[in-house]
């Protein structure tokens, strides 16, 4: 923790499976180990891949770097594209449709976990 980390995130292997998604792939980019605070992750999900409705008790920044995605929020939906940033609220529902014709990518940054 105590030093930089610079990383390419194709060289970063994407976790398999992801429980409970279909068509998506996550790689975690900055480790619980390497920042003190944060932990980023990017995510590439295929045309019809989704990340079903969850919540957790930790929020979410999410940043779309290409694609067109259906958000649902609670109970509101929204139309994501490249260049939106969202913010989750914690505990709130929250899932991911990816409704383009392409790969959707988005950098999704979590805070750690205080033990």
């Known amino acids: 923790m105590d030093k930089p980390k610079i990383v390419h995130w194709k060289d970063v ?25 944060y932990i980023m992750r990017i995510f590439e999900v295929d045309p019809g891949g989704e990340i079903p409705q ?40 929250h899932e991911y449709r990816n409704i383009g014709e392409g790969v959707a990518v988005f950098l999704c940054t979590i805070p750690k976990v205080k033990k």
């Open 13 to 37: 292997p994407p976790l398999h499976p992801i429980e409970g998604n279909f068509k998506v792939r996550m790689r975690i980019l900055i480790e619980e180990r390497d920042a003190p605070n």
């Open 54 to 93: 969850h919540a957790h008790p930790w929020e979410h920044e999410i940043f779309v770097l290409q694609g067109t995605l259906r958000l649902k929020i609670g109970d509101k939906e929204y139309i994501v594209k490249e260049g939106h940033a969202i913010y989750i609220p914690p505990n709130v529902p």
